[in-house]
Structures are given as C-alpha cells and as structure tokens.
C-alpha cells in the first residue's frame, strides 16, 4: 500500500526534465507498475492491490487451446504473490525515463523463489481511430521458472504514467 501512495502522490510532482524512474498507475485496484534507477539497478516494482489473481499475465491471443497453457503459467509464478520487485545491473539496461521506455537484456540480480527474469522490453502503440489518438506503453517481460519461460505484458494508456 505504501508504494502505491507514493506512486499516486508522485502524480502531483512536477517533471523538471530528468528522472529516477516511471510508474504507471491506472487506478488503486488495478495492476501498478514502477520502474527506478537505484544504487547502480534498475527495479522493476509490481503491486497488485486485488492480489495475485488480477495481475494481467498471460502474453498471447486467448482460446480454448491456451487454457491449460494460461492455467500453468498462473499456477507457477503464484509465488510471486501480490507485488514483487525483479533488479537488473543498470549497465544490462537502457532507459529514457522520460518517454516511459525501458530494455534490460540479461539475467536479473535476484530471484524469487526459483523465478527470474532475461529481460524486459517496451513497446510504443499509437492507436488512431476517426475521432481519437491514444498512445499506449507494453512492458513485456521474460519470466523463467525452474527454465519453463513465460511472457506477461502489462500495457497503460500513456496519460496513467508519470516520470519522477
């Protein structure tokens, strides 16, 4: 809870043209996601406020076959639980905090419980409609268990990201 109030007061800083980091923060029960440039890492920090169980996970279209696929995928990485925090070397990474993008390539600095990421990338989306624009961010990221790999991608519209 605690780093979901200093992910929504730092809504109300002003950006002064560089940064630490980037959350996106869509709302207090969805999924929040921050990333921080910190004693030579850059963190990956996940909340989820609902729980384990509403964290967007699976990477893929969605049908009748990928069930058993989705239901073990939801079943290994349990242990990552409601929030978790995944490090990388800052030299594994590239960043440009103030556009809200992030790669890290290689093996993150810690582990959870026999899970670990080999990277985290970002892609930009703009959607065009007849009427409308929106700009969206995709963070996809790796995640081995035991070396069973696994891909969960979270995307925000880019007015619920904030840099700090």
Same mark, same amino acid.
Request: glycine residues 6%.
């Given at each position: @809870?605690?780093?979901?109030?200093?992910? @929504?007061?730092?809504?109300?800083?002003?950006? @002064?043209?560089?940064?630490? *980091? &980037?959350?996106?923060?869509?709302?207090?029960?969805?999924?929040?996601?921050?990333?921080?440039?910190?004693?030579?890492?850059?963190?990956?920090?996940?909340?989820?406020? @609902?729980?384990?169980?509403?964290?967007?996970?699976?990477?893929?279209?969605?049908? /009748?076959?990928?069930? /058993?696929?989705?239901?073990?995928?939801?079943?290994?990485?349990?242990?990552?639980?409601? *929030?978790?925090?995944?490090?990388?070397?800052?030299?594994?990474?590239?960043?440009? =905090?103030?556009?809200?993008?992030?790669?890290?390539?290689?093996?993150?600095?810690?582990?959870?419980?026999?899970?670990?990421?080999?990277?985290?990338?970002?892609?930009?989306?703009?959607?065009?409609?007849?009427?409308?624009?929106?700009?969206? &961010?995709?963070?996809?990221?790796?995640?081995?268990?035991? *070396?069973?790999?696994? =891909?969960?991608?979270?995307? =925000?519209?880019?007015?619920?990201?904030?840099? =700090?």
């Amino acid at each position: @809870m605690k780093n979901i109030l200093i992910l @929504m007061l730092s809504f109300l800083l002003p950006n @002064m043209g560089s940064a630490d *980091g &980037f959350y996106c923060l869509p709302s207090l029960k969805q999924t929040g996601f921050m990333i921080e440039k910190k004693d030579g890492f850059i963190q990956l920090k996940i909340e989820n406020p @609902m729980g384990y169980d509403f964290m967007p996970q699976y990477d893929g279209p969605t049908s /009748a076959s990928s069930l /058993a696929m989705q239901k073990m995928q939801f079943d290994d990485l349990k242990d990552l639980g409601s *929030g978790f925090v995944l490090k990388w070397a800052d030299s594994k990474c590239t960043t440009d =905090f103030i556009n809200k993008t992030i790669n890290c390539d290689g093996a993150t600095e810690n582990k959870i419980k026999n899970i670990q990421s080999f990277y985290l990338a970002t892609t930009v989306i703009d959607e065009k409609t007849r009427s409308d624009q929106y700009k969206k &961010f995709r963070y996809r990221i790796n995640i081995d268990k035991s *070396g069973t790999q696994y =891909f969960i991608s979270i995307e =925000f519209y880019e007015q619920n990201c904030k840099s =700090f």
